[in-house]
C-alpha cells in the first residue's frame, strides 16, 4: 500500500523539517491568509526576516537525533524488513532510501515505540498511534467485519484530531485516502490478499 508510504513521509518530512516538509514559511504565511491558526503566524523580526513559533508536532534538535539514533540502534528479525539503519544520518537526522515495505513496517509497529520517549507532545503522539492501530487492522490478514464500524469511527475522530494541530498542507490526497479504507476492506475483503508488497521485495 503506497498510501503507508506516503503518510510515513509526511510526518517524517515534517517532524524531521526535510526537504518536503510540511511546514514552512510558505505554509505558515497560508495560513495568516486564510486567517486560521494565529498561534502558528510567522513573526516579522527586526531584520526582516521571519521567525516561526514552534507547533504542536515540531521536533527540537536533540528529540530529532534521539528518533533516529533509535532507528540506526534497532535490530529486527531476519526478514522482516530490509536494514533501515542503512539509511539513518544521526548527524543530519534524516532517513533516505526507505522502499515501500520499510515504510510499511515502521509506520505499524516502530514509529510509535521510536516517538514515545522523544514525541513533540502526548497529542501528537496519539496521532501516531491511532493511524498505525488503524494501518495495522487494515493490513490483517483476518478482519472481524463487525468491528469495522468502530474503526471508521476511530479514524474519523484521529483525522479531525490531526485537523487540530496539524497545517492544511499535511492533508494531502493520500491523508484522506484513509478515511475510505473501511470500505474497501467492505468491497474486496483484506488488503493483505491484493498487496504488491511479496513482489516488490
Known amino acids: 500500500m503506497h498510501i503507508e508510504k506516503n503518510i510515513f513521509d509526511n510526518f517524517i518530512s515534517t517532524f524531521l523539517d526535510l526537504e518536503k516538509s510540511k511546514d514552512n514559511l510558505q505554509v505558515r504565511q497560508d495560513l495568516v491568509q486564510i486567517g486560521v491558526k494565529p498561534e502558528l503566524h510567522p513573526q516579522v523580526l527586526s531584520d526582516g526576516n521571519y521567525a516561526l513559533p514552534p507547533a504542536l508536532f515540531t521536533m527540537y534538535k536533540k528529540d530529532k537525533m534521539m528518533f533516529c539514533e533509535v532507528l540506526k540502534n534497532m535490530k529486527l528479525p531476519k526478514g522482516y524488513s530490509s536494514n533501515i539503519s542503512k539509511g539513518v544520518n544521526i548527524k543530519e537526522c534524516k532517513i533516505i532510501g526507505l522502499k515501500s515495505h520499510d515504510c510499511h513496517i515502521l509506520i505499524e509497529d516502530i514509529m510509535?515505540?521510536?516517538?514515545?520517549?522523544?514525541?513533540?507532545?502526548?497529542?501528537?503522539?496519539?496521532?501516531?498511534?491511532?493511524?498505525?492501530?488503524?494501518?495495522?487492522?487494515?493490513?490483517?490478514?483476518?478482519?472481524?467485519?463487525?468491528?469495522?464500524?468502530?474503526?471508521?469511527k476511530e479514524i474519523t475522530l484521529t483525522l479531525c484530531n490531526m485537523e487540530k494541530y496539524f497545517p492544511p498542507s499535511f492533508f494531502t490526497i493520500m491523508i484522506h485516502l484513509l478515511i475510505h479504507l473501511v470500505e474497501e476492506v467492505r468491497l474486496g475483503g483484506p488488503v493483505h490478499y491484493r498487496w504488491i508488497y511479496p513482489f516488490e521485495r
Not at 520517549?117 to 487492522?137: E, M, Q, R
Open 112 to 152: 510509535p515505540i521510536a516517538l514515545s520517549s522523544c514525541a513533540p507532545s502526548n497529542k501528537v503522539l496519539d496521532i501516531i498511534v491511532g493511524i498505525s492501530y488503524f494501518l495495522k487492522f487494515i493490513c490483517a490478514k483476518v478482519i472481524n467485519p463487525i468491528e469495522l464500524d468502530k474503526k471508521q
